[in-house]
């Protein structure tokens, strides 16, 4: 039933998005991530908001609550539409690339981690996944400091 109910969905999606297929190819990818990025961006936001009312702000729930969900989100939704061609290409970008990525951009760090263990690429897929999290730290520390000597 619930299967039902996704392919419905995704191919009503998938339906609409085709009257990109009337644009400029070199347009429809942009314009599919710009439609999903809106609504992606704007859930962030408001569930970010609504966790900080219900449960407070000395832990970052919203952060926390948006990657799990997105990453979840994401597993699922690229294994549903791959594995069994549910769904056009423009409706991929527009939920994988563009509201999953205004979303969160810890769910296409978490599918990239996938690919590479999917490649057989373990090594590279646990200094990517490690390497990400720590260099990014010390990154943002090293962007605050500039910042800080600034005039």
Do not use: C, K
């Not at 609504?50 to 926390?64: E, I």
């Amino acid at each position: 039933m619930f299967t039902r109910f996704l392919h419905y969905v995704f191919n009503g999606l998938g339906h609409t998005l085709g009257l990109l297929s009337t644009v400029d190819p070199a347009l429809r990818a942009p314009l599919a991530v710009s439609l999903g990025a809106i609504p992606g961006a704007l859930s962030r936001y408001y569930l970010t908001l609504a966790l900080a009312r219900w449960l407070g702000v000395a832990f970052p729930y919203g952060t926390f609550v948006i990657n799990i969900t997105g990453s979840m989100i994401m597993g699922f939704f690229i294994t549903l539409t791959l594995e069994r061609s549910l769904t056009s290409p423009e409706l991929r970008w527009l939920v994988a690339t563009g509201f999953l990525g205004s979303y969160t951009t810890f769910s296409s760090y978490e599918l990239d981690t996938f690919n590479l263990l999917q490649a057989g690429n373990r090594g590279l897929a646990l200094a990517y996944w490690l390497g990400s999290a720590s260099v990014g730290f010390i990154a943002l520390e090293l962007g605050s400091a500039l910042a800080r000597r600034l005039p």
